[in-house]
């Protein structure tokens, strides 16, 4: 039995390391994003150039992920239409590009419920310290409501991506 125990140890450990260290395709050098579209339900976002597909990343996103965000702390991501509106290189989670949530219409649906909209929804990195998760942390939807990727990800989209860059996030 302990053989047994220690050899599905090890054959798990194997297939942790490569799960999460196994290089992706990382976006071509000096590539420019200038669309964002996350797809919510397949837990995918991908960045184009000129429309055409550069690269689609696994994300996670808010606890809550199905149906738009409705109000602070509901741990939802936002679904519609924004723009990147901020870069952040000094982020409690790495890096981090602002989404400009709530937009008009957000406001007056929270305030319909007598809630605020909320704020801060980001495209983020891991919590600095936990890095070493990598890719481990799309095993659940974690966030407050934004979409998380590594850090060798946001790396690569602080890099590409504008102030301006709008984004859609589908459902």
């Known amino acids: 039995m302990r053989k ?3 050899s599905f140890l090890i054959v798990a450990f194997v297939i942790f390391l490569i799960y999460n260290y ?28 000129h429309q055409v597909l550069l690269k689609t990343y696994h994300v996670s996103i808010g606890r809550n ?4 965000k ?11 239409h924004y723009v990147i509106s901020d870069k952040n290189s000094n982020s409690d989670f790495h890096k981090n590009l602002g989404i400009s ?14 809630k605020p909209p909320g704020g801060d929804i980001k495209i983020h990195g891991l919590k600095n310290g936990l ?3 990598g890719r481990m942390h799309r095993l659940t939807n974690w966030t407050n409501g934004c979409v998380a990727v590594t ?3 946001i790396d690569e989209l602080f890099a590409g991506t504008p102030k301006g860059t709008p984004i859609n996030i589908l459902p």
């Open 65 to 68: 992920p199905t149906g738009q």
């Open 131 to 133: 890095g070493l998760l």
């Open 70 to 80: 409705q109000f602070e702390g509901d741990e939802r991501t936002p679904e519609g």
């Open 151 to 153: 850090n060798s990800e």
């Open 101 to 114: 949530y709530p937009n008009r219409q957000d406001i007056e649906n929270s305030l319909k419920i007598g």
């Open 22 to 49: 196994y290089p992706d395709k990382s976006l071509p050098p000096g590539a420019k994003i200038d669309s964002i579209v996350v797809r919510k339900s397949a837990r995918m976002m991908d960045v184009y150039f």
């Open 4 to 6: 047994l125990s220690a």
